[in-house]
């Protein structure tokens, strides 16, 4: 048990003092993503994630997020990024073709809830 003090206010008689009791919240500080995806692709094919944030694109291919992968880590691709705290998103993933047709992964969408503070990691797998 805390030996910590009690939480309290002390206000004029009369008067009305709001008190901001929170616990758990985001302090209005973005969560940092990451989002990998193992997806095997086609020569030129370009993998991309896109969901219900404006941050994911809104579900609009051409502002999808692309992915990418480094050198040795082929299948895997991989994007970072900032997405609002304590957030439940939706996502799915999508592959462009060299002709510009897209593909969409199979599947209901993705769904998660970014956490209040620190950051979100997904490890997927193309579907």
């Known amino acids: 048990m805390s030996s910590a003090p009690r939480r309290g206010d002390t206000a004029a008689a009369g008067t009305i003092s709001p008190i901001d009791e929170r ?3 985001s302090d209005g500080a973005p969560a940092a993503a990451a ?3 193992t997806a095997t692709t086609a ?3 370009n993998p991309y994630l896109a969901g219900n944030l404006a941050e994911l694109g809104g579900w609009d ?8 992968t480094g050198s040795g880590s082929y299948p895997v691709w991989s994007a970072g990024l900032q997405l609002p705290a ?4 939706a996502y799915e993933y999508l592959l462009k073709n060299p002709d510009g047709t897209v593909i969409w992964e199979s599947g ?3 769904t998660a809830t970014t ?3 620190g950051t ?8």
């Open 61 to 68: 291919p051409a502002k999808a997020v692309p992915l990418t």
């Open 43 to 45: 020569y030129g094919q």
């Open 35 to 37: 989002f990998h995806a």
């Open 115 to 117: 956490p209040p503070t």
């Open 120 to 127: 979100f990691t997904a490890d997927d797998t193309w579907r």
């Open 23 to 25: 616990w758990n919240v």
């Open 108 to 110: 209901d969408n993705r």
């Open 86 to 89: 304590g957030t439940p998103i």
